[in-house]
T-cell receptor, first 115, second 111 residues
Framework: GAGVSQSPSNKVTEKGKDVELRCDPI?????LYWYRQSLGQGLEFLIY????????KSGLPSDRFSAERTGGSVSTLTIQRTQQEDSAVYLC?????????????FGPGTRLTVT | GDSVTQMEGPVTLSEEAFLTINCTYT??????LFWYVQYPGEGLQLLLK?????DKGSNKGFEATYRKETTSFHLEKGSVQVSDSAVYFC??????????FGDGTTLTVKP
């Protein structure tokens, strides 16, 4: 079946512009995560959506970052007034809650470059 | 907050060598523990997991045992292959569902 998809795969933007990154989780998966992976670094947790509960936003690095998940499916991560330090690969993952495995299925990522 | 510390890389081994990648964690409660792998040019994928103390996760010849007393989840393989060359990430998931990943360890296996 279809996996997690993310778009765009690559995004180059000028400093100060806003960007939107999209994640389509696996159909039926109720939990969705956003991470950031900078060059040579591990995964930095950004935000976590679980069903209809309020999202855990504790990982968002500043108020320039926001995310929403519409209809319990597609999620959009928005970065306003981008800075060069925002350059990274942004990864999305989804989980089928209640499956007991807690395995996260990752998308291919969006590589963001801020010039 | 929760944290995961894994052995710094890069690690370079010859084929058929024994592999250990150390991972320790700090967390409240009883997290689930995972190893994820990222092969060159591919996305992250689950390698193995353990959900409670003394559980052993295993897959593709890799093993890791959930050690609550030492808060560790070290990854081992008895005989590595060139195809095992990848970046390995240790991770935990707390009871609320939040996940924390280590910084990753790059493994290169030479023939």
């Amino acid at each position: 079946g279809a996996g997690v998809s993310q778009s765009p795969s690559n995004k180059v933007t000028e400093k100060g512009k806003d960007v939107e990154l999209r994640c389509d989780p696996i159909s039926g998966h109720t939990a969705l995560y956003w991470y950031r992976q900078s060059l040579g670094q591990g995964l930095e947790f950004l935000i976590y959506f679980q069903g209809n509960s309020a999202p855990d936003k504790s990982g968002l690095p500043s108020d320039r970052f926001s995310a929403e998940r519409t209809g319990g499916s597609v999620s959009t991560l928005t970065i306003q007034r981008t800075q060069q330090e925002d350059s990274a690969v942004y990864l999305c993952a989804s989980i089928l809650q209640g499956s007991g495995t807690y395995e996260q299925y990752f998308g291919p990522g969006t590589r963001l470059t801020v010039t | 907050g929760d944290s995961v510390t894994q052995m710094e890389g890069p690690v370079t081994l010859s084929e058929e060598a024994f592999l250990t990648i150390n991972c320790t964690y700090t967390a409240t409660g009883y997290p689930s523990l995972f190893w994820y792998v990222q092969y060159p040019g591919e996305g992250l994928q689950l390698l193995l997991k353990a959900t409670k103390a003394d559980d052993k996760g295993s897959n593709k010849g890799f093993e890791a045992t959930y050690r609550k007393e030492t808060t560790s989840f070290h990854l081992e393989k008895g005989s590595v292959q060139v195809s095992d060359s990848a970046v390995y990430f240790c991770a935990l998931r707390d009871n609320a569902g939040k996940s924390t990943f280590g910084d990753g360890t790059t493994l290169t296996v030479k023939p």
